[in-house]
Structure formats: C-alpha cells, structure tokens
C-alpha cells in the first residue's frame, strides 16, 4: 500500500493535510518532527510532506530536521514552515518578512512545473507567515510568488524537492487539493487504489492475526465509531468479541434502550451483549467536579473499572478494544506536535492500571466519515452508520459545570426536543422539495450552561438555566461553520423547551465556528 507521511512541525493544520491526501485516495498517516529516520526509511514511504508551525526556523531551539531526510530520494513538499525549514537546511537562507502576508493572497505560479499541473496560472492560496525565503538552497528555483513574496513556491525538480509559502490544505486555497494532488499523485506516483474496502479487509485481517485465539472486550456505545469498530471485530473475531454497554446515565433520552434494541439478543449483530446499568456509579464520582478535563478524566477511568469487573465475570479476556478515531489521538496530542485540544477518555483519559494485555484500536486511523464509509462497506445500517456523533463522556461535557440527575434531566429534554424539531424540519423539506435542505446540519445537540438569569412566566419571576443550542456543518470533524437553521424552526425549538423543561427559561443558538471554538462545549 502506498503511504504518504506528514510530519509535523506543530501547524494547526496538520489534519486537514492528511485529510486531504487521504481524499487523493492515498493512505496518509502524521508523525512529530521528533520521529528518528531510521522509523522514517522503515516506512516504505512514497513521499514525505512537513507542515507548517509557529516557530522561526531560524530562531534558536526551533523544530527542525536532519538534512539526510532531503537525499532519501523521497519525494519532499514543504508547507509553509516546511517549506523554509527546507530551504534553510539545505543551504538558503530565512529571515523575517518586512511585509507579512496573511489571509487570501494572489499568487503567480509556474504551470510547467509538476506541482501546478493544470492550476491557474495566477491563484487564490491562503497565507500565514512571518518570515520568508530571503535566499533559496541551491539548485532550487522559484515557481510562484506574490507582490510581496518573490519565493511563494520553489522547487529542486532533479530531486523532487518542493516548498510552498502558503497552505493548499485549507478551503480559501480554491485550487489547493490540486496541488496535493499533484504532488502525491504525479509526483510520488501513488497509484490511488486505497479505499474503503481495501481498509476492511485489511483492518480484518490484522485484528485475527494481532488477537489470534483471544477473547476481546469492546465498550459498546451505540454511537458511530464503537459501532463500526464492533463490526469490524465481528466480522473478524466473531463470538470471541463481548461488547459490554456501559449506560452511565449521561446518554440521550432513550438511548439506553435504543443501544440494547439495536445490539442485543434480538438486534441486528450476533455479538456477545452485556448491559451495565451504573448511573448511579459515575453520578456519586462526578458529584460536584466541574473542570471539563477532570470529567473526562474521571468518567474515563470509570468506564476501565467497570470494563474489568465485566471482563472478571466473563472470564479471561485478552484485549480490550476501543473506536478511537484519529481526531481522538491528534485532539489528545498522541499524534504529532500539535497541541493538546482534549483528552478523550479511550486515548488520553486511561488509568495507569489495565488488566488487559493490550489495546485493539481498529479506527485508529480514519476520519469520521471514513468511519461512516466503513461502517457502509460492512453492511451496517445506514440509519446507524449516519446517526450524528455523541462523545464517550456523553452529557458530561454538555453541562457546564457540576452535574447533577436533575441538570441532566433538563439537557436531556431539552436535547431531545431540539432533535425532534430539527428532524421534523428536514423531513417537511425534503417531502416538499424533493432534495435535502442546504442548512442540514451534521451535527445538533442542546448543552446545559451554567448561566442562570432571571424571567418571567405565568406573572411570576423565574431564576432558571439557559440552554444551549449547538448545530454544526462540517465534512471531516476537525473543521465546522455554525449551520444556518431557520429562525422559524428555532424559534419553535426556543417555546417548545421553555414551555416543556422545567428549569429552563432561556434558550441560546452557538454561532462560533470551529476553530476557534470546538464543536463540543467541554
């Protein structure tokens, strides 16, 4: 299988790079600038790609590279700091920019080079820097610049070394998936041919020869990623699988006995099912935290708990497994340099203590909608492939602040009405219109805040909760834009939960874009 590696110099984009590869249908995976090269050579990689970062390549103590990692014969594509750092240890040189370029800039690019193959020959890239390509290394000539950048992009074509200045990841370079494509497709001569079910039937075969004759253990939340990660281990494992459903009593309504229809005796898998009813549990350990981290932390550690007295009733159990996907292990700063967003309680949240061999993770590496695409190729429904996400903390981190059964009881009502309204909008377009409503949301949900502000109802003063209304649109998770719900359709919403939730006399709608906001309040 070909394979492109990203490593990472600390961007905040560093994501959408991969990301971005991956939709050229090439496998792509991240690693820090801190991976040693002999792990690089053991790779077999088609070609390498460094991302941008925050530092002055110059600058003492920066993040950098050896320059042996330039004569592997591997093809090389600098982004932005990539694209200096190059430059810089091969022999140019890097200085600050008297004019430092930000935002949508026009850009005359060299089209005879491969990296602009069919790229307009002046176009629209996003830029972010500070410092600037003073004197190219040697043998590298310049293929596009700006009125203020001569060296917006350079090549060394003899070696397939490539810099740009700006960042083709991101939607404001219009032409930029051309360029990755370019480069990973025409330059490093990746053939294309990794899809979905090239994944699963790989994924399969790696789960039967890393578990062998083991039992494992998955918890099972009946969202997307457990639920294709159980299809997966099913498929693979059959019987040797239990999948134990912890109900923490942090869920949606209903959920509970929605997750045991679907996975249980009568659903729709043959799986081992086991269902913990341990509200009570996690409410007494959660009982008056409030910092979002610690949450995380503490309902992670529970959930471990919990899975080894299920694994001591089952008997030896050998592996647990776990949906992680790869947001999780980036967000949770495992997978390269970024900084920590979040912990998730399956990637960063895990006690010390596992009395498990090892950890089965078979979506470690896909994005959500390759998870989604997964799920598909596995033959899960549809209905339950497509459901929006749910976090593993679940409520615990859509209520600001202490948690309690009656605020969890306020958001769960509050949630399920905005759900409710929004599915019933959706549908009443698309039977009107025939198509699907361009504000369609991929992710909604209510949050509890921890504002509480005086009203008035039935002539009587209230101090009551506001409420919190989240809906995002987003293809990948690691961006999303505040979706553009109706007035009408919230303002239905807004009446519905005042008038029908006891303890809510306000209702908010969350406009922030993620970044700089994340799509979860916690």
């Known amino acids: 299988m ?55 390549c110059y600058a003492p103590g920066a993040p950098t590279y050896r320059k042996e990692l330039f004569e592997l014969g591997i093809p090389v594509l600098g982004l932005c700091y990539g694209a200096q750092l190059m430059n810089q240890v091969l022999g140019g040189k890097v200085e600050r920019a008297t004019v430092q370029e930000y935002g949508r800039t026009e850009v005359a690019v060299n089209t005879a080079s491969p990296l602009f193959d069919g ?9 972010s820097h500070f410092d600037y390509i003073s004197r190219m290394a040697p043998d590298f000539v310049s293929i596009g610049k700006t009125k203020d950048c001569p060296v917006a992009a350079c090549e060394c074509a003899e070696r397939k070394l490539y810099g740009i200045q700006f960042h083709p990841e991101v939607l404001h370079t219009p032409e930029g998936t051309k360029m990755i494509y370019n480069f990973v497709r025409g330059i490093c001569g990746c053939d294309g041919s990794w899809k979905m079910d090239a994944f699963v039937e790989t994924a399969i075969r790696e789960i039967r020869e890393k578990v062998g004759n083991g039992r494992v253990l998955l918890g099972l939340s009946g969202g997307v990623d ?38 249980g005796e009568n659903g729709i898998f043959d799986l081992n099912f086991v269902r913990v009813n341990a509200q009570h549990r ?46 999780d292990v980036v967000e949770s700063g495992l997978g390269g340099e970024s900084a920590v967003i979040k912990s998730h309680h399956n990637v960063g949240g895990l006690p010390s203590y596992v009395k498990f061999k090892e950890i089965v993770e078979p979506l470690r590496y896909l994005f959500k909608d390759e998870v989604r695409k997964a799920g598909l190729e596995l033959g899960i429904p549809e209905k339950l492939v497509m ?34 309204e929004v599915g019933k909008a959706l549908d009443e377009y698309k039977k009107v219109t025939g198509e699907v409503a361009s504000w369609k949301p991929d992710q909604y949900y209510a949050a509890l805040t921890n504002v509480r502000s005086v009203g008035v109802m039935g002539d009587e003063r209230t101090y009551d909760y506001a409420v919190a209304l989240r809906a995002v649109r987003t293809t990948d998770f690691m961006t999303a834009d505040s979706a553009h719900i109706p007035y009408e359709v919230l303002d239905i919403v807004m009446n519905r ?16 874009s993620k970044p700089p906001g994340t799509i979860e309040f916690e």
């Open 119 to 127: 790229v307009s020959e002046q176009t629209v890239c996003w830029m």
């Open 497 to 512: 939960i005042i008038k029908e939730v006891r303890g809510v006399n306000r209702v908010f709608y969350d406009l922030t």
């Open 2 to 56: 070909d394979k492109i590696l990203v490593l990472d110099f600390g961007g905040q984009y560093n994501q959408l790079v991969a990301r971005r590869v991956r939709e050229c249908n090439v496998y792509c995976e991240i690693a820090s600038y801190r991976t040693d090269l002999e792990t690089i050579k053991a790779m077999n990689l088609k070609g390498i790609i460094l991302t941008g970062g925050p530092n002055s």
């Open 387 to 420: 459901r929006q996400p749910f976090p593993g903390p679940g409520l615990g981190i859509r209520i600001i602040g202490d948690i309690t059964e009656d605020k969890i009881r306020i958001v769960q009502d509050a949630d399920y009405i905005f759900r409710e």
């Open 226 to 263: 457990s639920s294709v990660a159980a299809g997966l281990l099913a498929r693979a494992i059959g019987k040797q699988l239990t999948c134990v459903f912890v109900d923490h009593g942090l869920l949606r309504k209903n959920e509970g006995d929605e997750v045991e229809a679907v996975f």
């Open 282 to 327: 996690f409410y007494v350990k959660l009982a008056g935290v409030t910092d979002p981290e610690t949450k995380r932390k503490i309902i992670g550690e529970e959930f471990i708990r919990v899975f080894e007295e299920e694994a001591n009733k089952i008997g030896e159990v050998d592996f647990l497994a776990q949906g992680t996907i790869y947001p």
